[in-house]
């Protein structure tokens, strides 16, 4: 065979072998890419900030962390269990366009939501004075997993740029200044749960709590949906004869990545704490001092913030023994 034709044949060879390579079969092991968010909003929260809000995607390989773009430049990266964020440092009276891609745990990122606008008030100038606090909070329950809540404006010297929904201390809302009313969602059934409003104006001063309102969803929840799994604890011995509690778990299944936990030691909450940077998504694991006493007992368990502000429900509770055969 001359030598031109034996290198025409192992060229088509070698197309014939990438062809085959099908580029986009890693796709189709892994299964379908993120949707792209929905229910994306956006309203200014102040002078330099945009609050941006959508909702969660669902995955078969879990959502690791929501990237949020301003244009087309990704400025923030939330965790997965997270639905809203404020984006900071903007420039007063400018107009903004926002999106947001969700990045399973895998590593794929899945398509952009729709764009959504917003436009930052001017800002004003030695502005110290913060809204009056909303009042007259009420509020409802749309089903098992929603609430609506409706409140008396805030007054402002200026005016009043945004609302921010609290349950219990953490905020899960937010809707612009001209706005009284919200629509909360992500709830779990027959929770209950504590609700506060706070206005906040160009200036980002932030006004005292209104009044609460109290509600509970209806429909029964357990809590052994929320309650983290496959719960261990034992001690262990230091060289200088320090006992030390050990814990391991895999987080509760929701829509997203819990960041926060408390230890409850022999009934009454013993310390809390929370991940910082990117939460373990499998096992978790913690470890805390317990004393240098021999032969003391100990019943330990753990629950987990939600992200809708509430605690889930407890893990198995778990005995341990300082100076058990295990910590020799």
């Known amino acids: 065979m001359p030598v031109p034709l034996r290198r025409s044949v192992l060229l088509c060879a070698l197309l014939a072998l990438l062809t085959s390579c099908a580029w986009g079969g890693a796709d189709d092991e892994s299964g379908p890419l993120p949707a792209a968010p929905v229910g994306v909003t956006a309203a200014a929260g102040s002078a330099t900030s945009v609050h941006v809000m959508w909702n969660a995607v669902s995955s078969g390989a879990g959502i690791h962390r929501y990237e949020v773009y301003r244009g087309t430049t990704k400025v923030e990266d939330v965790p997965g269990s997270q639905h809203m964020v404020d984006v900071t440092r903007l420039r007063p009276a400018t107009p903004y366009v926002f999106s947001v891609r969700a990045r399973d745990t895998e590593g794929r990122l899945g398509p952009p939501s729709r764009e959504v606008r917003a436009t930052t008030p001017a800002a004003t100038a030695a502005d110290r004075s913060a809204p009056t606090r909303p009042g007259e909070l009420r509020g409802r329950t749309a089903g098992s997993r929603t609430v609506q809540l409706s409140w008396a404006a805030s007054a402002d010297d200026r005016d009043v740029v945004s609302y921010d929904i609290y349950q219990g201390d ?22 209950r749960y504590s609700f506060t409003v706070r206005a906040r104006d160009a200036a980002d001063n932030l006004s005292p709590a209104g009044d609460g309102v109290r509600l509970t969803t209806p429909g029964s929840d357990d809590g052994r949906g929320t309650a983290p799994v496959d719960f261990r604890a034992t001690t262990r011995r230091e060289a200088d004869g320090a006992y ?9 299944e ?7 936990y408390q230890v409850r030691l022999d009934g009454r909450a013993a310390t809390s704490l929370v991940f910082g940077g990117t939460p373990p998504r499998g096992r978790a694991t913690y470890s805390f001092y317990l004393g240098r006493e021999a032969g003391e007992s100990h019943r330990v368990r753990i629950r987990a913030r939600l992200p809708d502000g509430t605690w889930g429900g407890h893990s198995a509770e778990r005995t341990v023994t300082t100076g058990s055969a295990s910590d020799r």
């Open 254 to 260: 929701t829509d997203g990545v819990v960041t926060e």
């Open 170 to 191: 953490t905020k899960i809302h937010s809707v612009g200044g001209n706005q009284t009313a919200a629509v909360v969602t992500g709830l779990r059934p027959g929770t």
């Open 244 to 252: 030390y509690l050990d814990l391991a778990w895999v987080p509760p």
